[in-house]
């Protein structure tokens, strides 16, 4: 048998990584980081150039406790994003300090950004019941004790874009988030039910075919009943075996429901035994790939043949359209009780998948099906693995 035609258009589906998504695959705590140093590095020189430009004499010195608040509440910017409250927090309260130390210097950036943070990712509650006010409050005790000379029209003013604006801004991008983690997830649940519907109609074909082999065995159980007795009973043994296998696969089909008005794949099934052709064609697409097999192999259930194969073949697919230039390494680890599969690459780790990872759902779903369990993770050093465990009997079959 030769692979399904969906193998052959690998080729066409592996990604070459452009310079912004490996920016963007960037720990953001670095990012922060990043941005943390170089506001705390602007505001110290800012200091120094104001503080020996300045021709008012009323104008004092910074002093070290200037210099430390200005450090320290632009360097927990750093973490924003892991703590936005307690940033926020720190923030404000080194802005107050500050301007009671020294009121011809503030930290208006960095509160400005800890404030957009906290309204980016915090939820509702928290937004009204701690950030709102805490922010509203920083900004405007701040603006109070440095222009102690303000009407409450310029307070009002300087406030709304201090507090007010960077808080709409955060809403909309938390609004924004909120929305696409909705939609991923809706499409997760769309992607198990399709992947159900499918396994439903691999799942019917393997009953059929078992109930295709009972009546064939059955009728020559029948021809040669009176004539040859150990053929007969040797007939009679493998439909009780077909029939018990049969029944096996369809206690698994109960529950599945099977998608209306879809086109069902009447294709003979594939199965490990056509793992090397799949091999080839990812070969042939430019990924080095290996095989190996530890213990010693055995026939399988069909069901659980389809799943294996299905489990190999979807984790090379991730392997030609997510890691970049790697090898690929398939083992097989045929044990007393069950059989392990294991695909990893040397690629470039683990993937943000654009659709949700819909292929490792899938994966579970037909793992949990024969009562195995499945591990997808990033290898030590570099690369990928997806490592699936599936006992030999199948575990609940319901």
Do not use: C
Request: aromatic letters at 6%; hydrophobic letters at 45%.
């Amino acid at each position: 048998m030769t692979p399904e035609p969906a193998a052959a258009g690998y080729r066409r589906g592996v990604e070459r990584i452009t310079f912004w998504e490996r920016l963007r695959r960037v720990d953001p705590l670095i990012w922060d980081s990043l941005l943390a140093a170089a506001i705390a590095i602007a505001s110290v020189v800012g200091a120094v150039i104001g503080e020996h430009a300045s021709a008012d004499p009323a104008r004092g010195p910074v002093g070290p406790e200037g210099y430390l608040l200005l450090v320290g509440g632009s360097a927990v910017l750093a973490v924003r994003r892991r703590w936005p409250i307690a940033v926020l927090v720190a923030v404000s309260g080194a802005s107050i300090a500050l301007a009671a130390v020294n009121d011809a210097f503030d930290l208006v950036f960095p509160v400005v950004l800890a404030t957009y943070t906290a309204a980016a990712h915090v939820d509702r509650e928290r937004f009204v019941r701690l950030s709102l006010p805490i922010s509203i409050a920083a900004t405007v005790t701040a603006l109070v004790v440095a222009y102690p000379g303000s009407n409450w029209v310029e307070v009002l003013i300087s406030a709304t874009f201090a507090a007010g604006l960077p808080m709409l801004l955060g809403r909309i991008g938390f609004n924004r988030r909120r929305r696409i983690d909705v939609d991923r997830e809706r499409a997760a649940r769309d992607a198990v039910a399709e992947e159900r519907a499918r396994i439903a109609r691999e799942l019917h074909d393997v009953v059929a075919h078992a109930m295709s082999v009972m009546v064939v065995q059955a009728g020559a159980a029948r021809s040669v009943l009176d004539d040859d007795p150990a053929a007969a009973r040797a007939a009679i043994g493998r439909i009780e075996s077909t029939g018990r296998d049969g029944l096996t696969e369809m206690r698994r089909l109960i529950g599945i429901l099977k998608a209306e008005g879809a086109d069902t794949d009447r294709a003979p099934q594939p199965g490990l035994g056509q793992l090397e052709a799949l091999l080839e064609t990812v070969r042939g697409a430019g990924v080095p790939v290996e095989a190996a097999t530890e213990g010693e192999p055995r026939p399988l259930p069909t069901g659980l043949d389809l799943v294996a194969y299905r489990i190999v073949q979807e984790a090379l697919t991730n392997v030609m359209k997510h890691a970049g230039p790697a090898s690929a390494r398939v083992l097989l680890r045929w044990g007393d009780a069950a059989l392990d599969v294991e695909v990893s690459d040397d690629g470039r780790g683990p993937f943000v998948a654009t659709q949700g990872g819909l292929g490792l759902l899938g994966m579970r779903e037909r793992v949990a099906l024969y009562g195995g369990t499945i591990r997808t993770g990033p290898r030590r050093g570099r690369g990928f693995t997806v490592h699936a465990h599936m006992p030999y009997d199948g575990g609940p079959a319901s």
